[in-house]
């Protein structure tokens, strides 16, 4: 467990305020999730992040985009590390970016948190330090193909099905069969805001069938795709032009 070294903004994210956290070295953070999507700025330090998009090693400069109820687990290095969270008012499309000054961000989120917030996205690029080993390189496939058969990749990397099982399970603290779940309830959400019909989602999510998609996003959210569908529509409704 960690013990920070500063205050934190508890529950900042969903009062839409910036948290400044300041983390000491060499703990975790154990696997938790946010029910909103938010930026972590890294500004000195760094840590490893396990989580929905894979295994990143961050450093000062790097920031670590995180969807709506992406889980993730954190260690820290030695020097632990400083980090400033900005929520983000759209879901991102990559899990890791990097910003020149994130110091000049951290001072527009002290008075304004949405200029930090767009300040962000204007700077912002893609950045790539992944880890690649093997357990890695499975949930990076699993997040790209959700029909993905263990056996089958356990097969082609010449691993017992055992080794995978514990091998992945040390690095991200929950099994590849939930990992793999889980990146199939984010693809059906995602889908859901298309307004496109749940049947055909939960077969384009790579679901068995519907059923089986409304109990992996109601245990990753904790409401059915239903009230995602309806929060969807009401939302489309809203922007709909009046006829004279």
């Known amino acids: 467990m960690c013990a920070q070294t500063s205050e934190r903004w508890i529950n900042g994210l969903a009062r839409g305020t910036a948290g400044h956290e300041v983390w000491a070295g060499l703990c975790t953070i154990p696997r938790h999730r946010h029910d909103s999507a938010y930026a972590a700025v890294i ?6 992040e396990n989580g ?9 400069g790097h920031v670590l985009l995180h969807r709506s109820f992406d889980a993730h687990l954190d260690r820290f290095e030695r020097s632990g590390a400083r980090v ?14 990097w910003v020149g000054d994130p110091d000049a961000i951290a001072r527009l989120a002290a008075t304004d948190v949405t200029a930090a917030s767009d300040a962000l996205k204007q700077q912002l690029l893609p950045a790539r330090v992944s880890v690649d080993d ?8 699993l997040i790209a193909n959700p029909r993905l058969r263990l056996d089958d990749w356990a097969e082609r990397h010449h691993l017992a099905p055992a080794t995978l099982s514990r091998g992945f399970a040390k690095v991200f603290a929950t099994s590849a069969a939930a990992f793999r ?14 307004g496109a019909a749940l049947s ?36 489309q409704d809203a922007v709909q032009p009046s006829c004279l």
């Open 43 to 48: 500004f000195s330090g760094g840590y490893e």
């Open 52 to 60: 929905s998009y894979g295994r990143y090693r961050v450093k000062a």
């Open 84 to 97: 400033l969270n900005l929520p983000l008012n759209e879901e991102p499309v990559f899990g890791l970016g």
């Open 134 to 141: 093997w357990p890695d390189l499975l949930a990076r496939d």
């Open 181 to 194: 779940a889980e990146a199939r309830a984010q693809i059906a959400l995602a889908l859901i805001e298309t």
């Open 200 to 235: 055909d989602i939960a077969v384009n999510a790579g679901f068995s069938d519907q059923p089986h998609m409304t109990r992996a996003i109601t245990a990753l959210t904790g409401h059915p795709p239903g009230y995602w569908a309806g929060r969807v529509k009401t939302v």
